[in-house]
């Protein structure tokens, strides 16, 4: 039986303003892993995204949709396009091949397809698989804004399909806080948004192996930037890039805490904060990588994250009412503990420090410590 496309829809950063400008992909970087991917099995907490229904495409919202439409409601599964099979590619006989950029990923092959080049990637398919992808409009729709949409597939040698929207690279994200507006310029984002498409699929295929074999979609989210990370580390001098992602995370979800869904901050600054460089790189494969490392991540409970949520909505949501310092005071140290880094960068550490104290009743404990 074959699995329908899952599609994750990933890495449209929610910013205000956004700049764009045309940016390639480098795809020609190589990934070793070769372990074969198993049936994709996704497992969905009901309070926070919907079930998957085994007879149904569902496209994911992006941090940056959920913040152009904020009243999206994240349980309501109706909120969510849908790809019907009246909508699916007829199977044809490719007339033409053309040369379409792919990934290795875990032993099988990615195809990168630009969104004008949709239909010469299909072109390149065998019918069992272009029957699990929409059509070209239908994908059109369900890429809109984002930067990228990633379709896994149930195929012996295709992984999946990367489609990329190259007209929407980010070149910066800015954030409101405390009515002062500050910006981040964002390097090589195009390539990080890439990596993190991969790592989707990446994740999958160790499903079962070096990673539970039901995920939910927070850790579909998380983990697709630890992949990011072990590629950063690989392809790039320093870990620099990385802990853009990781203050990129925390800036969306300071602009609308919708953007939980994708907020890999947690993650990311564990593992930043516990492994250098040159640690990571001595997994030559990400499988290794990942085996070695998922175990000691701390979880993070849907009750948590929930509550996070609303502290920081508490926090950063203007027009809130009177300050309650107290508000959410037992989650308040994992907050403080995630966003400190990235408010020094914007703000110094200075500021910093005094605009948290100011805001939380636990932040001056956990700042007269350091």
Known sequence: ???????????????????????????????TSTANSPKLVVSLDTEFLPHLEPSTNYAFQSELELELKPELDLVDKDSYPQVSSKTLVEPFKPTKLHDVKSESVAGKTALLCPIDEYE???????????????????ITFSLGLRSAVVMPVDDNDIAGIIVLNNSLPVLSQSVVVDGDIYQLDLAKQSQ?????????????????????????????????????????????????????????????????????????????????????????????????????????????????????????????????????????????????????????????????????????SEAPKLINAE
């Not at 899952?6 to 929610?14: H, K, M, N, Q, T």
């Not at 010469?120 to 239908?138: A, F, I, K």
Request: charged fraction near 15%; proline fraction near 5%.
């Open 120 to 138: 010469q990637c299909l072109w390149q398919l065998p019918n069992t698989v272009v029957r699990q992808l929409p059509s070209h409009d239908s």
């Open 192 to 360: 990080l948004t890439l990596w993190h498409e991969i790592g989707h699929l990446e994740n999958i295929a160790q499903q079962g192996k070096g990673l539970p074999i039901r995920l939910s979609h927070y850790e579909h989210e998380w983990l697709a930037d630890i992949y990011l990370t072990w590629r950063v580390a690989h392809q790039t001098n320093n870990l620099t890039l990385a802990w853009q992602q990781f203050h990129r995370r925390n800036m969306a979800v300071i602009n609308n805490n919708d953007n939980m869904s994708h907020w890999s901050s947690p993650q990311l600054l564990w593992l930043l904060t516990h492994y250098q460089q040159e640690d990571i790189i001595q997994y030559d494969e990400y499988s290794d990588f990942i085996t070695e490392v998922y175990p000691q991540f701390l979880s993070i409970e849907n009750t948590e994250i929930m509550e996070i949520s609303s502290l920081i909505q508490r926090t950063f949501t203007s027009g809130t009412s009177q300050p309650l310092p107290r508000y959410m005071f037992w989650r308040q140290a994992r907050l403080i503990e995630v966003l400190q880094p990235t408010l020094v960068m914007l703000m110094g550490s200075s500021s910093a420090e005094q605009w948290l104290i100011e805001q939380f």
């Open 1 to 31: 039986m074959q699995l329908p496309a899952l599609y994750f829809l990933i890495s449209a950063v929610s910013v205000s303003p956004i700049e764009m400008a045309n940016a390639d992909f480098d795809s020609s970087l190589p990934i």
